[in-house]
């Protein structure tokens, strides 16, 4: 089994930044890609971005190219997702997400393809 815990989400004022950490036990995080995901309230769930087990391979939504990027310390068993020039719409609970199969090839993937999810770290982008 592989347990997921997300941290480092918070209050911060438009323009600012933010890390968030996917924090692994369990099962190793090493052989595992990784997705983060946002949902808004009242909307669905949006994939972010993703890193493959290797690192080789990382995507973003078109929403957060070139603010957010991701990385994985495989040391530390934890995937990161540093956010800067946050914006107000910005603003969701975000997940992070790991699954052992073959993804973030071209984009981040659907949630359903993640088998294993954090709990969520709320992010909120206000002045």
């Known amino acids: 089994q592989l347990q997921l815990v997300e941290s480092g989400g918070g209050l911060v004022q438009p323009g600012g930044s933010l890390r968030l950490s996917c924090a692994a036990s369990?099962?190793?995080?090493?052989?595992?890609?990784i997705g983060w995901f946002r949902q808004a309230p009242g909307k669905e769930r949006e994939g972010v971005s993703c890193?493959?087990?290797?690192?080789?391979?990382?995507n973003y939504a078109d929403s957060v190219k070139g603010r957010f990027t991701i990385s994985r310390d495989s040391a530390k068993k934890t995937v990161y997702l540093q956010m800067n020039s946050l914006k107000p719409e910005d603003t969701a609970v975000y997940y992070c997400a790991a699954d052992f199969g073959p993804l973030c090839y071209y984009n981040t993937g659907m949630a359903e393809d993640y088998g294993y999810w954090g709990q969520g770290t709320q992010v909120t982008v206000s002045s």
């Open positions: 890193i493959s087990s290797n690192g080789g391979r990382r």
């Open positions: 369990g099962s190793t995080l090493n052989s595992a890609a």
